[in-house]
């Protein structure tokens, strides 16, 4: 019997119980409402005293109405003894109104109004039990995994799919290798790893690679989320992992993937709940199932997490999690990969040059890629081009890096004045200091949260020196000090660079070594994890520390300060021929800063829509925005603790 066919029956069966518990009611409202029951005695006598107004007379009972005193008529009702001889006669004689009804439609109300209820009740729980005997999100089946079988007739991903992560990839080949053919590992004692971790930041495709794993290997996948496994019912999370490895048994060989494990994988024993809350009884009955008392051969267990560092020792040891596989932000070769796989969805012109895209996007991840993919084709879309073009690829990096230009917000002759000098400061300390990024663009067009970028060209940069540290310092004050030289003011706009700068100082004294101090790491951050922050710094140092430390942090503050002052107070020049530059054309690029500087002549400005920008190549956009007013300061690809 089909789903629809049972659903037919089901519905049928509560219309059933709906019409027998009306019957029910009306039959109650009948007895017991405004009718008053009467011996038959008594309504003979009625009738003989002439106070019967109407009767109705249906099989065995009689139903009317007494005559009152110009009131409402009072209603009664009685039962009438078979074949009662007379009745009729007595009626007639006594002028009542007599109305007689078919018995016949109404035989089976009596047997109905009484099996009713039983059969009400046995259909509510014949339902009940159907529920909690069955799985999915039903009633009462808590207890069962959300788990998802990948099928085979849904559109695949391949490791053809995922470019820019190659190492990854080589590592869960082996995976596939093994589950295909396992004969040929375990001959030389070998064992599969049972977990793989695949760690990165977000957007590197750790989800995608795990999809990638599901069509390459012909086993199946089981697809959950750690956040499935946690409910408002006590015990249900650890129920959930009991089917899912229950399930995964059954299937064996098989994958099972959870998606952002850190949500029950937690370190035990911080948060809330102390040491017996739902999550950590989730957690620990993973851990059981992993690498417990029974095994689970063939259930290879892939997770994903960006949050390594908030896990618990027990669920990373090998045996649980053999495998850390790493899967981080692509390079200049792997962006050009992902670029290459992205584009095959949308037309693209001959004039897109993918490696000078992959050679102006240091840092993307894959989801910044594809985003700016398709931010290209929607602005290529939206002028009615037929295909993408190097300019949409270059209107949509700008975008996705800064945000999109806020056109419609007005400011004043006097702010944008601010502005440009603000940028202006940036741009001249960049362009004039040694060990920096090279610069890409300058624009005094508010973008996102900013009223004025400075746009730079990081690179692949994966250590930092002192020199360059410095040179970040130095540059983030060209704003601050621009201002102050060339109108005589302070504003806010440098709010964010001087708290981006104060806390780069403060790092380079307290966990780089690169003060008077010397290579001492001052501060060490709590070990109790609340929630997944640390919420304290552990102060391991004495208050005269504390004030070297003060001391060390301005000192470096004040010679980058002096540093961008000397800079800007000596090309006051370069300073308001870039300015009124930036007040003329709103944006101008690196090559136009540096004719600027060199007191040259700028090029005529381009107005062609649909012309590329920076086609020659050497120098493109940067991770992040460093920004003079109002911006977010200091990249978020800045120096940071490894």
Same mark, same amino acid.
């Given at each position: 019997m089909n789903s629809t066919v049972k659903t037919i029956m089901f519905w049928a069966f509560i219309v059933i119980c709906l019409v027998l518990l009306f019957g029910v009611v009306q039959k109650s409202a009948v007895m017991g409402g405004k009718e008053q029951e009467i011996p038959f005695s008594t309504f003979l006598e009625r009738v003989q005293q002439g106070q019967v107004n109407d009767v109705t007379v249906q099989s065995m009972e009689v139903h009317g109405h007494l005559k009152g005193d110009g009131k409402e008529l009072t209603g009664f009702h009685t039962e009438v003894p078979a074949n009662y001889p007379n009745m009729y006669d007595l009626l007639n004689q006594a002028k009542v109104q007599v109305t007689i009804k078919d018995a016949q439609g109404n035989m089976l109300w009596p047997i109905l109004i009484q099996i009713g209820p039983l059969v009400l009740i046995l259909g509510i729980w014949f339902f009940i039990m159907r529920q909690m005997q069955?799985?999915? +999100?039903?009633?009462m089946s808590f207890g069962k995994s959300r788990a998802r079988l990948l099928s085979m007739q849904q559109k695949k991903v391949t490791f053809k799919d995922v470019a820019g *992560?190659?190492?990854?990839?080589?590592? #869960?080949?082996e995976i596939i290798e093994y589950l295909r053919e396992p004969q040929r590992f375990q001959k030389l004692g070998g064992r599969i790893p049972k977990g793989v971790l695949l760690v990165g930041p977000p957007g590197t495709g750790k989800t995608l690679l795990a999809r990638a794993v599901a069509g390459e290997a012909n086993v199946p996948f089981f697809s959950i989320s750690g956040s499935d496994f946690v409910?408002? !019912? @006590?015990?249900?999370?650890?129920?959930?992992?009991?089917? #899912? !490895?229950?399930?995964?048994?059954k299937n064996a060989p098989c994958i099972i993937f959870i998606d952002e494990?850190?949500? *029950?994988?937690?370190?035990?024993g911080a948060g809330l709940g102390g040491g017996h809350d739902e999550r950590e009884q989730t957690l620990n009955q993973l851990l059981v199932e992993m690498d417990g008392f029974e095994s689970n051969d063939g259930v290879i267990l892939v997770a994903a997490t960006n949050r390594p560092d908030v896990l618990d020792p027990a669920l990373l040891r090998p045996g649980r999690f053999d495998r850390r596989v790493v899967v981080g932000l692509p390079d200049v070769r792997g962006r050009e990969e *992902?670029?290459?796989?992205?584009?095959?969805?949308?037309? &693209?012109?001959?004039? &897109?040059?993918? +490696?000078?895209?992959?050679?102006?996007t240091p840092g993307f991840s894959g989801a910044d890629l594809a985003n700016m993919v398709n931010e290209a084709a929607l602005n290529a879309a939206r002028v009615n081009r037929k295909q993408v073009t190097m300019y949409d690829l270059e209107i949509a990096k700008d975008k996705v890096l800064m945000g999109a230009e806020r056109k419609s917000m007005l400011l004043t002759d006097e702010e944008k004045r601010v502005t440009a000098y603000h940028e202006a400061g940036h741009a001249l300390v960049s362009v004039l200091r040694d060990h920096t990024d090279p610069i890409h663009k300058v624009t005094i067009i508010p973008r996102g949260m900013a009223l004025g970028v400075t746009v730079y060209l990081p690179g692949d940069r994966h250590n930092y020196t002192r020199e360059y540290l410095e040179t970040r310092l130095a540059t983030a004050y060209g704003g601050r000090v621009a201002e102050e030289i060339f109108l005589g003011q302070m504003s806010t706009g440098a709010g964010s660079d001087i708290e +981006?700068?104060?806390?780069?100082?403060?790092?380079? @004294?307290?966990?780089?070594?690169?003060s008077r101090l010397g290579p001492l790491t001052f501060g060490k951050k709590e070990e109790q994890i609340f929630l997944g922050r640390e919420i304290a710094q552990h102060r391991d140092f004495s208050e005269e520390t504390a004030r070297q430390i003060d001391q060390e942090v301005r000192r470096l503050i004040d010679e980058a300060y002096q540093s961008a002052y000397t800079l800007v107070d000596t090309h006051k020049d370069a300073m308001h021929r870039i300015a009124n530059a930036l007040l003329e054309r709103e944006t101008i690029d690196a090559e136009e800063v540096r004719l600027l500087i060199e007191g040259k002549e700028l090029p005529s400005v381009r107005s062609s829509l649909a012309s590329p920008t920076d086609q020659g190549?050497?120098?493109?956009?940067? #991770?992040?925005?460093?920004s003079g007013r109002g911006g977010p300061g200091f990249p978020e690809g800045s120096p940071s603790p490894a």
């Open positions: 069955s799985g999915g +999100n039903k009633a *992560v190659d190492e990854a990839k080589e590592e #869960l080949k409910e408002m !019912f @006590v015990g249900v999370g650890a129920s959930r992992v009991r089917d #899912l !490895f229950e399930q995964g048994k494990i850190d949500a *029950v994988g937690r370190h035990r *992902v670029l290459r796989v992205h584009v095959k969805k949308v037309p &693209v012109a001959e004039d &897109v040059n993918l +490696n000078v895209l992959a050679r102006g +981006n700068a104060t806390d780069l100082a403060r790092r380079m @004294v307290c966990e780089y070594g690169m190549g050497g120098i493109q956009q940067v #991770l992040k925005p460093e």
